[in-house]
């Protein structure tokens, strides 16, 4: 299981991975139950693997949040995402201290930590997204 195969679903609640293509949209698997489903052409889908979070100096990309996530609480489910968004704006904070107060919302944090708390409950450790083109690469100069 990797991030870039990780989809969020306009509509739909939780985690989608994804399973292959069909002749109107793509084939999904639910992370919370395992239940597939297809997931329409029309639906507004996103690969977590191109979301990011705005900061003070640049965008942050999700798999980066979720690497400090996953340090803060040392592996573990992080902060309800249903808790009070003083509690939610604390952690955020301490987890990602120059996080841009003005444009990442709320909502924003509540998706972030449920994401992350589906990711860790699906067993999910590593979030680094690695570029397929580079790994061959760098094998073949290691060869020569």
Do not use: C
Request: proline share 4%; net charge negative.
């Amino acid at each position: 299981m990797e991030l870039r195969d990780m989809l969020a679903i306009s509509g739909q609640p939780g985690l989608y991975r994804y399973i292959a293509r069909s002749s109107n949209g793509v084939i999904v698997e639910s992370l919370a139950d395992g239940k597939r489903m297809n997931a329409s052409g029309t639906s507004k889908i996103s690969a977590l693997a191109e979301i990011a979070i705005y900061t003070e100096s640049e965008e942050m990309p999700l798999w980066q949040v979720f690497e400090k996530i996953y340090a803060y609480t040392q592996g573990k489910p992080a902060v309800d995402p249903k808790a009070d968004a003083a509690v939610l704006k604390k952690t955020f904070a301490e987890v990602l201290p120059d996080y841009d107060r003005e444009r990442v919302h709320v909502s924003d944090m509540k998706k972030v930590f449920a994401w992350y708390n589906l990711l860790v409950g699906a067993g999910m450790t590593d979030f680094r997204i690695e570029k397929e083109e580079q790994q061959p690469a760098e094998e073949a100069e290691k060869a020569e």
